[in-house]
């Protein structure tokens, strides 16, 4: 099955830099890739999805990239802010199986 | 409002204890599913349906029932739970596969 691997765990930035999440995934029909956050306390919701018809997306402070040949997608957060502070989560889902496998999560923390 | 409601959000019980934490979306999704989220391993797939009566199991399904009578509920089932399934739980909906998942408040269970 599907496989997702995030890097890193944990991530610390200063407010203003920006900061880069990585994921690669396992099986090459994947073609959904959402990036969900996770504030303390809440339940993930989605911030920005890429297909993979599409190399990149913005939205934006946020951007996801999407690398087909090498199986990696990653998530850009530039002029970082203290309320970017969160767990995000990766995922990717195929076609003709069940929904979304996750990554194991990363942890940013925006220092003021 | 769209949503995606657990019940109940806190729960303490006892091992072998049989206990059902329902969930129900009024966005007449056809896709649901549970996951569990535990430190440093993210988001595991319980179960999960893609319809009324189809369901089907997901990466950690052992100990654990659900049942899809109707389109808008997906009680999760615990026939006798034991302590390595104290866990937060997260019920999810979307409307396919591969579009954006609307997740539930969240229920943390503890098994004593």
């Known amino acids: 099955g599907e496989n997702v691997e995030q890097h890193p765990s944990t991530l610390s930035v200063q407010e203003g830099d920006s900061a880069v999440i990585k994921c690669t995934y396992s099986?090459?029909?994947?073609?959904?890739f959402p990036w969900y956050k996770q504030e303390l306390g809440k339940r993930p919701q989605l911030i920005i999805d890429?297909?993979?018809?599409?190399g990149e997306k913005k939205d934006q402070r946020i951007a996801v990239t999407l690398n087909k040949t090498a199986k990696h997608f990653s998530l850009h957060i530039t002029e970082t802010q203290p309320e970017d502070s969160a767990v995000y989560f990766c995922?990717?889902?195929?076609?003709?199986?069940?929904?979304?496998?996750f990554g194991s999560g990363t942890r940013l923390q925006v220092q003021p | 409002e769209a949503q995606v409601t657990q019940n109940p959000r806190y729960l303490i019980t006892v091992t072998g204890k049989k206990l059902t934490v329902t969930c129900s979306q009024n966005m007449n999704h056809e896709y649901m599913s549970w996951y569990r989220q535990d430190p440093g391993l993210g988001l595991r797939q319980i179960y999960y349906?893609?319809?009324?009566?189809?369901?089907d199991k997901g990466d950690v399904p052992e100990g654990y029932k659900v049942s899809r009578k109707e389109k808008r509920n997906f009680p999760l089932i615990l026939e006798s739970p034991s302590p390595n399934q104290t866990s937060l739980y997260f019920c999810a909906s979307s409307g396919g596969a591969h579009t954006e998942a609307f997740f539930g408040q969240g229920t943390r269970l503890t098994v004593v």
């Open positions: 349906s893609m319809n009324v009566e189809v369901t």
């Open positions: 890429i297909r993979s018809n599409v």
């Open positions: 995922a990717a889902s195929t076609p003709g199986r069940r929904a979304l496998t």
């Open positions: 099986d090459s029909a994947s073609n959904y």
